[in-house]
């Protein structure tokens, strides 16, 4: 049997929604339509438009509520952020004629947008991996903290993002004791995720969760990737933890011995 992949991120989310447990770490997501971005942007602020089924952050933007602080006349617009562009609109309905444009006939999300922590002025997620053990429990095996490139809405490798350790982002915001709380409660989300698609999806293996931490420590959710990359945790320093990545990996047959 092949390892199990899921690419509908509407059909993971529907799923971890479930999961009483998992709830509070799922930001607010929905299609896209003109009434949930009218109805979102008033709730929290800034959304962001994703393809359902996307990778690499392509075809990411987000919008937000803009004022413009040297004139007032002008009240309220909206912003709309792609790669490193961005573009005004005077009206909701100019803003979703020109998101409309650029989705096309293809189903999208519209999410509660968080607001990442940054380092250096550069937003950061981290990527936790989670695995199926020899012994067929899951657990977290691995993090890594993806920072943006300047001026960039997404943290992607492929999108310009660089590889960083979580204690070196996370390092500047919190004791040892608070980081170590953190870590454990992001470990437990990790295995909580897994085990929750893991009874509808019975051939996963592994998966990778964007993990989001907003300005009040408060972790998100937001995406799971069943089919995650497992090179960028040969970069750290502890080589034990890839050295186990790949054991595992190797007894449920994603990687040659
Ligand atoms: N709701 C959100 N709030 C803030 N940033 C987000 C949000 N959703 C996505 N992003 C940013 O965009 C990146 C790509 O989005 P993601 O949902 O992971 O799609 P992909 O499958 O393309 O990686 C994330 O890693 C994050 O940096
Ligand atoms: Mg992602």
């Known amino acids: ?10 059909k993971k989310t529907i799923i971890l929604k479930h999961r009483e447990s998992l709830r509070p770490y799922i930001p607010d997501t929905r299609k896209y ?7 979102m942007l008033e709730l929290y602020g ?6 359902d089924l996307g990778t690499y952050g392509i075809g990411v933007m987000s919008a937000e509520y803009w004022t413009d602080e040297l004139d007032p006349s002008l009240i309220r617009q909206y912003k709309l952020r792609y790669g490193i562009e961005s573009e005004l ?15 096309g006939q293809k189903l999208n999300l519209i999410q509660q947008g968080i607001d990442m922590l940054t380092y250096r002025r550069r937003k950061f997620d981290l990527r936790a991996l989670v695995q ?13 903290g993806r920072l943006a490139a300047p001026q960039k809405i997404i943290t ?19 004791t040892p004791k608070e980081f170590a709380s953190l870590y454990k409660e992001m470990k437990n989300v990790g295995v909580h995720t897994a085990a929750t698609l893991a009874r509808k ?8 969760l964007d993990i989001a931490i907003d300005q009040g420590f408060k972790i998100w959710i937001l995406e799971v990737n069943t089919l995650p990359a497992l090179f960028p945790f040969k970069t750290l320093r502890n080589k034990d933890i890839y050295k186990k990545i790949r054991r595992y990996a190797v ?5 040659k011995a």
């Open 251 to 255: 007894a449920y047959g994603r990687l």
């Open 33 to 39: 339509s003109l009434e949930h971005l009218k109805e």
């Open 46 to 51: 800034t959304v962001y438009v994703k393809p």
């Open 201 to 208: 999806y019975r051939n996963l293996k592994e998966i990778g």
């Open 156 to 174: 992607n490798h492929h999108g310009g993002g660089s590889i960083m350790t979580i204690e070196d982002l996370l390092g500047p915001y919190l």
């Open 89 to 103: 609109f005077p009206t909701l309905e100019e803003l979703h004629a020109s998101i409309s444009a650029k989705i």
């Open 132 to 144: 199926l053990t020899p012994r067929r429990t899951w657990e977290t095996t691995g993090f890594i």
């Open 1 to 10: 049997m092949p390892i199990q992949r899921v690419a509908s991120k509407w």
